[in-house]
């Protein structure tokens, strides 16, 4: 591979950030500045905000609930592009190899979700 090959690459990337720049840059010169007392307040899904942000706890639950989506997600994020290079990986004689190190991915993840599940840590109180 030389440097001719990502040179496209190379031009998406720096397009792209230039296209970024000059769309923040016209938005901040022409957009409206008008601060009244609504736009200021947070948002909090269409309700009037309750408290400070200060005073809300959440609980350590919620936070074990983001993180299991978030190792699931990534789980997805590796067994797709596994699932569409499986024909070619076959086709060259690694099929079993790459299933049994599916397999194992798969087995490691399944035994935390069942531990988490038996923690209860997926239930919501």
């Known amino acids: ?31 409206p500045r008008n601060k009244t007392k609504q736009k200021v307040l947070p948002y909090e899904s269409g309700s009037n905000p309750i408290g400070s942000p200060q005073q809300m706890r959440f609980s350590v639950k919620f936070y074990m609930l983001a993180i299991s989506f978030i190792l699931f997600d990534l789980e997805t994020i590796f ?5 569409v290079a499986w ?9 079993l190899y790459a299933l049994g190190v599916m397999l194992v991915f798969v ?11 038996k923690q209860g840590g997926l239930e919501w109180d």
């Open 1 to 31: 591979m030389q440097i001719a090959d990502y040179s496209a690459l190379m031009i998406f990337l720096v397009l792209g950030v230039v296209v970024a720049g000059a769309i923040s840059a016209l938005a901040n010169q022409f957009g």
């Open 79 to 83: 067994v797709i592009p596994w699932a």
């Open 87 to 95: 024909k070619q990986n076959d086709m060259l004689g690694h099929g």
């Open 107 to 117: 087995t490691i993840l399944t035994i935390g979700l069942v531990y988490e599940w």
